[in-house]
């Protein structure tokens, strides 16, 4: 059974091109997609995270203002009872210089993993298949029990 992600731009973005991408590469590597687009609240990633039962959200924003988009995010996943990974990536903020720092920003602000904009789709997948304790044997996804 496919495990389930939300996608989705933050905020006021509307850069679709690197969602467009990662979609198509979570579904070629046999995850379920939930697409929400550009331009996205945070109600809306926590609406489609809990009525779709995901396990992981991915946020994406390009225009480098995803620090102020993203503050109180993961106060709303816990007031609505999930508990999801949740990855960040994308030109996280203007004029970044030490992706270290902002790295370390936005995992203070609760985000489990933490990719710039420079990031292969294929090192965020293997990422989230290790997270999710996911192996693919023989074409069949197969969770392993730690």
Do not use: W
Not at 44 to 57: M, N, Q, R, T
């Amino acid at each position: 059974m496919p495990r389930t992600v939300i996608l989705g731009v933050i905020g006021s973005d509307a850069h679709v091109v690197g969602i467009t991408i990662l979609e198509q590469a979570l579904s070629a590597a046999g995850f379920e997609v939930e697409n929400l687009g550009v331009q996205t609240s945070q109600a809306e990633f926590v609406d489609a995270a809990k009525s779709h039962d995901a396990e992981a959200v991915l946020v994406s924003s390009l225009y480098g203002h995803a620090r102020q988009d993203c503050e109180g995010f993961h106060d709303r996943l816990t007031e609505a009872g999930l508990d999801v990974l949740t990855y960040v990536g994308g030109n996280l903020a203007v004029g970044q210089d030490d992706f270290e720092t902002t790295r370390e920003t936005f995992r203070e602000m609760g985000f489990d993993r933490v990719f710039d904009a420079e990031t292969d789709p294929e090192e965020a997948i293997a990422t989230l298949r290790r997270d999710l304790n996911v192996t693919t044997t023989e074409g069949e996804r197969v969770r392993v029990d730690s």
